[in-house]
């Protein structure tokens, strides 16, 4: 339901910023006169004080509650965040160079200068992924002639507050369970696709390619859109009914597996009913589930010896290489596609038998309860 108050609350803010950005570049005129440029300096600091005050006693919700509480926004954040909003809905080009952005909310070149800080990779604006570098490349060494725009997460997070509403992934009640496995594997093959996009951006040929270290992470917007859909599917699966009894979920129970090992799974299964190849290089998979270099050196002991997926015969590997696993190709063992696929009645059954037997092996202790449990039978 809308909130009548909450809309004209921010058209105010907003307005407030569009005033200042107005002011600033009346005061950019060279021709204008010493009193005027003295009355609007004075108007703009009427201004800013306005901005302070309003910001401070807005209470945002939704998306960018959930933001501002790690990362406070100060006035000139905000007043970045409403230039590029300006800019993303009235241009046809969204994305702004950073020494304009700047350059719209403060005055003197030297404080463009002194505040290019705003625009660092650590900084709230780009830490949190409300705003971000236009095709999310290297991280550039001037900031001021970097482009930027307003990220998906930020721009859906202002059509909420002007809708006065919470999140949808947020609202109780709003989560239709799943009717069936292959619905739950087809919201898992779209978190799939968000990795996939955000690997393309982290270990892109540029990156490979760079001559220095930086503590830019190229992807953090889609990361957090990754966790986004995490939240969803897991508010969804509360809400259905036996959902531990879907084959997908049994097999992330059963084999403790992770998210991550099932987006691996998850990949190679629709690969196969897209592309009609069973493959995908093993060095790949890996990249798929990293964020970073480092997440990718940790990763390697997904494709070790002894790790879940390959313990459990879910995932075979065929290094060109003796014991170099990141060397070869990776396929999905028959049962594991049968089995979540659900192709016919009887391979279900025996998938599900050999998920019993897998696990009553991994519980046996010896040989002889075994033999016990056979006489019993």
């Given at each position: 339901m809308k909130s009548p108050r909450r809309s004209p609350e921010l058209r105010k803010l907003l307005s407030t910023c569009e005033d200042l950005q107005q002011i600033r570049t009346r005061l950019s005129d060279p021709e204008l006169a010493r009193e005027a440029r003295t009355r609007l300096r004075r108007q703009s600091q009427r201004k800013h004080?306005?901005?302070?005050?309003?910001?401070?006693?807005?209470?945002?919700?939704?998306?960018?509650?959930?933001?501002?509480?790690?990362?406070?926004?100060?006035?000139?954040?905000?007043?970045?965040?409403?230039?590029?909003?300006?800019?993303?809905?009235?241009?046809?080009?969204?994305?702004?160079?950073?020494?304009?952005?700047?350059?719209?909310?403060?005055e003197s070149a030297y404080d463009v200068l002194a505040r290019a800080d705003l625009l660092l990779p650590d900084a709230p604006l780009r830490a949190s992924?409300?705003?971000?570098?236009?095709d999310d490349e290297e991280n550039p060494d001037d900031v001021l002639e970097a482009r930027f725009?307003?990220?998906?997460?930020?721009?859906?997070?202002?059509?909420?507050?002007?809708?006065?509403?919470?999140?949808?992934?947020?609202?109780p009640g709003r989560?239709?369970?799943?009717a069936s496995n292959r619905e739950l594997l087809v919201d898992l093959h779209v978190i799939q696709n968000l990795y996939q996009q955000r690997s393309d951006r982290v270990f892109s040929h540029d990156r490979w390619h760079r001559l220095h270290n930086t503590t830019y992470r190229p992807g953090r917007s889609l990361s957090m859109r990754i966790e986004a859909a995490w939240t969803r599917l897991r508010a969804r699966l509360e809400a259905t009914e036996n959902a531990a009894k879907l084959p997908a979920m049994r097999l992330m129970r059963e084999y403790a597996l992770t998210?991550?090992?099932?987006?691996?799974?998850?990949?190679?299964?629709?690969?196969?009913?897209?592309?009609?190849?069973?493959?995908?290089?093993v060095a790949d998979l890996l990249k798929l589930?990293?964020?970073?270099?480092?997440?990718?050196?940790?990763?390697?002991r997904i494709a070790a010896e002894g790790s879940s997926l390959l313990k459990h015969d879910i995932l075979r590997l065929e290094p060109m290489i003796e014991g170099r696993s990141l060397t070869g190709e990776s396929s999905l063992a028959d049962w594991v596609v049968n089995y979540l696929f659900g192709s016919n009645v009887v391979e279900d059954i025996r998938a599900d038998e050999r998920i019993d037997w897998h696990v009553y092996l991994h519980q046996l202790e010896d040989t002889s309860g075994f033999y016990r449990d056979l006489d019993a039978n």
């Open positions: 004080d306005q901005l302070t005050r309003d910001l401070r006693a807005y209470q945002f919700r939704g998306p960018l509650a959930r933001v501002v509480q790690t990362f406070p926004l100060a006035p000139e954040h905000f007043q970045i965040l409403a230039v590029l909003l300006y800019r993303q809905t009235r241009c046809e080009d969204p994305a702004l160079q950073g020494r304009l952005v700047l350059a719209a909310i403060f992924g409300l705003v971000v570098l236009e725009v307003l990220s998906e997460e930020a721009l859906d997070g202002f059509r909420q507050e002007v809708a006065g509403r919470r999140s949808a992934a947020r609202r989560h239709d369970p799943y998210e991550e090992e099932m987006v691996i799974i998850i990949h190679l299964l629709f690969k196969e009913l897209y592309e009609g190849s069973a493959y995908a290089d589930i990293s964020r970073s270099e480092t997440d990718l050196i940790q990763n390697r």
